[in-house]
Structure formats: C-alpha cells, structure tokens
C-alpha cells in the first residue's frame, strides 16, 4: 500500500511540474506572437497544443521530482503550523 500511495504522489509530483512548464512555455510564446499579431483564437489553440506536446516531451528526472516533494512537504508543515498558531 505505501509504495502504490508512493507512486501516486510521484506521478502527480510530474503532473504538476509538467503543468507548470506548459504554463510557462504557453505564457512566453503568447507574449512573443501578441508583439506580431493581435489575439487569434486559432493562434492560442495552436500554441496550447505545441506547448503541451512540448512538455510532454521533456523528461522530468528522479531527483527533480525527489525536490519538488520535500519542497511540497516543507509547505504543507509550515501551513499546518501557522494553522495551528492562534493569532
């Protein structure tokens, strides 16, 4: 039960990360084509589509994904503990 419960944080450790490089990516290319052409519906589509393939495509190493969780629990204990504090 607690390498399958390992697992599941893993893949949604990767999830997250390759969300936020797909954010990121997409963000960047839109500011760049909105300098050459106004706002095109078909433009975003197309720019949603590269930037997600594009984050799919980048392989997220065991350590990466190792920081990205002690830095998740380091938040989660300091939200807990400032819920925890009375004000």
Request: hydrophobic share 30%; glycine share 4%.
């Amino acid at each position: 039960m607690k390498k399958e419960s390992l697992k599941s944080q893993i893949k949604s450790i990767r999830k997250d990360i390759q969300q936020n490089i797909k954010s990121s990516i997409k963000a960047d290319i839109q500011k760049i084509a909105g300098q050459f052409d106004g706002e095109s519906g078909k433009l975003d589509k197309e720019i949603s589509k590269a930037a997600k393939k594009l984050a799919k495509e980048i392989k997220i190493s065991k350590a990466t994904v190792r920081q990205a969780g002690e830095a998740t629990v380091k938040e989660n204990k300091k939200a807990q503990s400032s819920e925890k504090q009375p004000e």
